[in-house]
């Protein structure tokens, strides 16, 4: 008996792609808040002096 590896990727195509689209919806129906926010943020000035 020969494996077939088109059938065996045809048979497992739709179960990877349905775990797939689960893993990314998840999240977001979980309840939990992804929002970052950001405290005591600071930019460093730049040192060229061809600003001056």
């Known amino acids: ?3 077939n590896l088109y ?3 045809e048979r497992l195509l ?3 792609a349905l ?3 689960a893993c990314l919806l998840l999240p977001a129906y979980s ?3 992804t929002d970052l926010t ?3 943020a600071w930019i460093l000035e730049s040192s060229s002096k061809s600003e001056l």
Do not use: H, S
């Open 1 to 3: 008996m020969r494996l």
């Open 38 to 40: 950001a405290t005591q």
């Open 19 to 21: 775990m797939a689209t």
């Open 7 to 9: 059938r065996i990727q």
């Open 31 to 33: 309840g939990k808040r």
């Open 14 to 16: 739709l179960p990877l």
